[in-house]
């Protein structure tokens, strides 16, 4: 699969527009990737809390700068490697494309790498969206993982965590706390990220 390289075009040549900026928002399900797209577009342009199949794109222009936002489809939930162990035990491993119940809980056929094709050529910046109301443990970094891998190796050097939901945790609770207290798993992701993570801004109004 091709690797998808963060982008630097130079915008209009003759400087009169800022260059665009890409956006590709991935995330596992209600974890408010289209609430979060929405937020950055600032109108409702897509659907929010039904499930999508597929990406979908949005524009907008911010202080001149035109922004394309790639809304995805939640990632893939792997599959358990104690799973697959016994799969690899068993006399029909073989026959997993066949039992849907082995299969990767992925809701689309799409993966992130569409997203990234419909905004060409690649995002500028991978936005994980982590709602802090869900839990996020192994399952959920090997999702984040296998996403990104899907993505090319480099790709975490431009990705950044978004955290929503943040208005449910107690108001002594800041998201630093909240990252030290959720453990492992999470702490992970946002050193895999460069320690670059965002509280969403829905989570502030
Ligand atoms: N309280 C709260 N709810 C949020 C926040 N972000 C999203 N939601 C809600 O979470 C649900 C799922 O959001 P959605 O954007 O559709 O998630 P998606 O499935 O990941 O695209 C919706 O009911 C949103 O209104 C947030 O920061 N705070
Ligand atoms: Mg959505």
Same mark, same amino acid.
């Given at each position: 699969?091709?690797? =998808?390289?963060?982008?630097?075009?130079?915008?209009?040549?003759?400087g009169r527009h800022?260059?665009?900026?890409?956006?590709?928002?991935?995330?596992?399900?209600?974890?408010?990737?289209?609430?979060?797209?929405?937020?950055?577009?600032?109108?409702?342009?897509?659907?929010?809390?039904?499930?999508?199949?597929?990406?979908?794109? #949005?524009?907008?222009?911010?202080?001149?700068?035109? =922004?394309? =936002?790639?809304?995805?489809?939640?990632?893939?939930?792997?599959?358990?490697?104690?799973?697959?162990?016994?799969?690899?035990?068993?006399?029909?491993?073989?026959?997993?494309?066949?039992?849907?119940?082995?299969?990767?809980?992925?809701?689309?056929?799409?993966?992130?790498?569409?997203?990234?094709?419909?905004c060409p050529p690649?995002?500028?910046?991978?936005?994980?969206?982590?709602?802090?109301?869900?839990?996020?443990?192994?399952?959920?970094?090997?999702?984040?993982?296998?996403?990104?891998?899907?993505?090319?190796?480099?790709?975490?050097?431009?990705?950044?965590?978004?955290?929503?939901?943040?208005?449910?945790?107690?108001?002594?609770?800041?998201?630093?706390?909240?990252?030290?207290?959720? #453990?492992?798993?999470?702490?992970?992701?946002?050193?895999?990220?460069?320690?670059?993570?965002?509280?969403?801004?829905?989570?502030?109004?």
């Amino acid at each position: 699969m091709a690797a =998808v390289s963060s982008a630097s075009d130079t915008g209009d040549p003759r400087g009169r527009h800022p260059p665009e900026r890409r956006l590709l928002i991935l995330g596992g399900p209600q974890s408010g990737k289209t609430s979060t797209a929405n937020s950055i577009l600032g109108d409702e342009v897509f659907d929010i809390g039904t499930e999508t199949t597929h990406s979908n794109v #949005g524009q907008t222009e911010i202080y001149g700068r035109r =922004v394309t =936002v790639v809304d995805t489809p939640p990632w893939a939930i792997p599959s358990d490697p104690e799973d697959n162990a016994e799969a690899d035990n068993d006399d029909n491993a073989g026959a997993e494309l066949d039992n849907p119940s082995r299969a990767p809980q992925s809701l689309d056929s799409e993966g992130p790498c569409m997203g990234a094709i419909l905004c060409p050529p690649g995002p500028h910046a991978i936005l994980l969206v982590v709602s802090v109301t869900q839990p996020f443990g192994d399952t959920e970094r090997r999702a984040a993982e296998e996403q990104l891998g899907a993505l090319g190796g480099g790709t975490w050097r431009y990705s950044m965590v978004v955290f929503t939901g943040v208005d449910k945790l107690p108001k002594e609770v800041f998201i630093e706390e909240h990252i030290a207290n959720t #453990g492992e798993s999470l702490q992970w992701l946002v050193e895999r990220c460069g320690s670059r993570y965002i509280v969403s801004l829905l989570s502030l109004t």
